[in-house]
């Protein structure tokens, strides 16, 4: 019956057009929803009532239409409308939007998602996370901070957590060095004895006593020296220690030093000692008055005689008190030696004192001292020395050579020193190495009448510790970091995915997709790669949602709801007469 088949077919347009409000309605309330793509419904004809196909036109009569009478409208389907939204700008480097086709990566519990919406911030541990807490997934970076590309991980910005440090690798020395000054006439001359007239004697039972009218020799045992104060005893016995504590070098106080006495330690090894402990330079030659710096055994004497280096600036200060013999209980025995200094260093000199950083970031202070040692008619020749106290070992000494210098007072060898330092047992890398230039960026050590002599350390490479202040985040997703230190690391890198079919995507909410079976698999890229857009950095992406064009959808849907419910009002109207008739 007709009017029965026109409720059913106006049915169809109340149920149509209620369902288009419904899509209407979601775009409306998600006008400020973060980067939110609006949704269109798209009607279809449902299936028509075919009373006639139709007829082709005979040999005497034209041919006929079909015959077909509708029966109502279908919902085609929902398609997402991935158009850019406008950006908003927010100022805060966390939030992100993508300039073009491609979706943020996150993950919830297993599942991999994907996002537009940019609003991330940091969660307690460091990670980045959306404003419901997903990870969001990208490269990171090894312990070295180099990006390890292509493996899907958590992105972390610990803001003042996380540290790094640079070890330092080259340094500039620069200034004048007064080559008018006064050549030296040696170093310093001190003999450490016994007592004041006396030297130190072996004991006559001892099983290595000296040749001939020696009182001792290199390879004497320091437990078989007689003690001056008690014939026939020994002067040092097993686990005692001999310390330098108060000894100077230049006015500088110099590092408190402990040797350990053991059966086998001997003269010798007492001699090393005091070449470490006070920073004795072999180099390679005499002083101008004949002695060759160290410390070595005058045997005829029973005498220890300890030779400086030239220059004022590395006189030695050695008096009694700074050498102690410890008991194993740290308590002060006695003053072994008596000291006696016969020299003084003399010549022109001058030191410096720089700070290079190891891989921790831990400061290390050199010392670098010039000296000068020659004036020819070709120019000067100055001897530097470079020492540490901090270097983990005994020895002072990290490197001598000589610097000459033309007429003209320039360095006619630029070559950088290299330097090692040891490092062992303070947690950084060891040996630390650096270069010590003298002439480089315009700047150079000259060797100029003009007094006194002045050098200075002008730059420096390395950092102490720092930790993570700041971050910026590229166009291609490269996250840097900004420390306390002023060194720049990178972080990280946001990665986005790109899908053949973006209306393939099904939607989760919370402004996530998931891949849908006609979406294509998500090939994860590098920002501004395959067509997948940019990051913009301090922004979120707007809804794309039109609300003028909304509210037109919604009143030629509200007249099409209406109007159906005219055509159901109608048929029932149609209805109702019949029945009046059929009384």
Do not use: C
Not at 27 to 56: D, E, V, Y
Not at 206 to 219: K, L, V, Y
Not at 256 to 262: K, Y
């Amino acid at each position: 019956m007709g009017s029965t088949t026109a409720l059913l077919t106006g049915l169809t347009g109340l149920n149509a057009n209620s369902r288009h409000l419904e899509v209407i309605g979601n775009n409306i309330a998600n006008a400020n929803t973060t980067a939110f793509k609006s949704s269109r419904m798209l009607f279809s004809t449902a299936m028509q009532r075919t009373i006639h196909i139709g007829s082709q036109p005979g040999d005497f009569t034209g041919g006929t239409n079909p015959y077909q009478i509708g029966l109502g409208v279908n919902i085609g389907g929902v398609q997402h409308d991935f158009t850019q939204g406008s950006f908003q700008p927010t100022g805060d480097a966390r939030d992100l939007a993508i300039e073009g086709d491609g979706f943020f990566v996150v993950r919830r519990g297993e599942d991999q998602m994907y996002t537009r919406a940019g609003a991330f911030r940091q969660d307690a541990n460091g990670s980045l996370v959306t404003i419901d807490g997903d990870l969001v997934m990208g490269y990171t970076v090894d312990d070295e901070y180099s990006l390890v590309d292509g493996v899907l991980s958590e992105l972390s910005i610990p803001l003042g957590a996380r540290a790094v440090a640079e070890a330092s690798e080259y340094v500039r020395v620069v200034g004048n060095l007064n080559a008018a000054g006064s050549l030296p006439g040696g170093g310093s001359f001190i003999s450490l004895r016994a007592t004041e007239l006396e030297g130190f004697n072996i004991l006559s039972d001892g099983t290595n006593q000296p040749a001939g009218s020696n009182m001792i020799e290199s390879d004497s045992l320091l437990m078989e020296v007689e003690d001056p104060e008690a014939p026939g005893s020994a002067l040092f016995a097993p686990g005692q220690v001999l310390q330098i504590n108060g000894a100077r070098k230049g006015g500088a106080q110099l590092p408190v030093a402990e040797l350990t006495i053991a059966a086998d330690t001997t003269v010798e090894d007492l001699v090393a000692f005091l070449n470490e402990a006070l920073g004795l330079h072999q180099t390679g030659g005499a002083n101008p008055d004949g002695r060759t710096p160290g410390a070595t055994p005058i045997a005829l004497e029973g005498a220890v005689a300890i030779f400086g280096n030239i220059g004022e600036k590395n006189d030695l200060e050695v008096p009694s008190s700074a050498i102690r013999l410890l008991n194993a209980d740290g308590s002060v025995d006695r003053l072994p030696f008596v000291s006696a200094k016969a020299q003084d260093a003399s010549g022109e000199s001058v030191r410096t004192t720089f700070i290079v950083y190891d891989s921790l970031g831990q400061e290390v202070a050199v010392d670098i001292t010039f000296a000068l040692e020659t004036k020819q008619d070709t120019g000067t020749t100055w001897r530097y020395f470079l020492e540490s106290a901090e270097d983990s070992d005994l020895d002072l000494r990290l490197a001598t050579g000589t610097l000459d210098f033309d007429t003209s007072g320039l360095l006619l060898d630029a070559t950088p020193v290299t330097v090692t330092l040891d490092r062992a047992g303070t947690g950084a890398a060891t040996p630390m190495s650096f270069e010590v230039d003298f002439a480089e960026a315009g700047e150079q050590l000259t060797a100029l009448a003009d007094d006194p002599s002045s050098v200075a350390s002008t730059y420096r490479d390395g950092r102490p510790s720092g930790t993570l202040e700041d971050f910026g985040i590229d166009a291609d997703g490269l996250i840097t970091g900004v420390f306390s230190n002023g060194l720049t690391r990178t972080l990280g890198r946001v990665v986005l995915a790109k899908f053949v079919n973006n209306d393939g995507l099904i939607e989760e909410g919370s402004n996530l997709f998931r891949a849908g079976p006609n979406s294509g698999e998500a090939a994860v890229v590098v920002p501004t790669t395959f067509g997948s857009g940019s990051i913009v950095s301090g922004s979120l992406e707007s809804a794309n949602v039109d609300i003028g064009q909304e509210f037109i959808k919604m009143i030629m849907s509200s007249t099409g709801y209406s109007a159906s419910s005219r055509v159901v009002q109608t048929a029932d109207e149609l209805l109702q007469q019949l029945m009046v008739i059929v009384r």
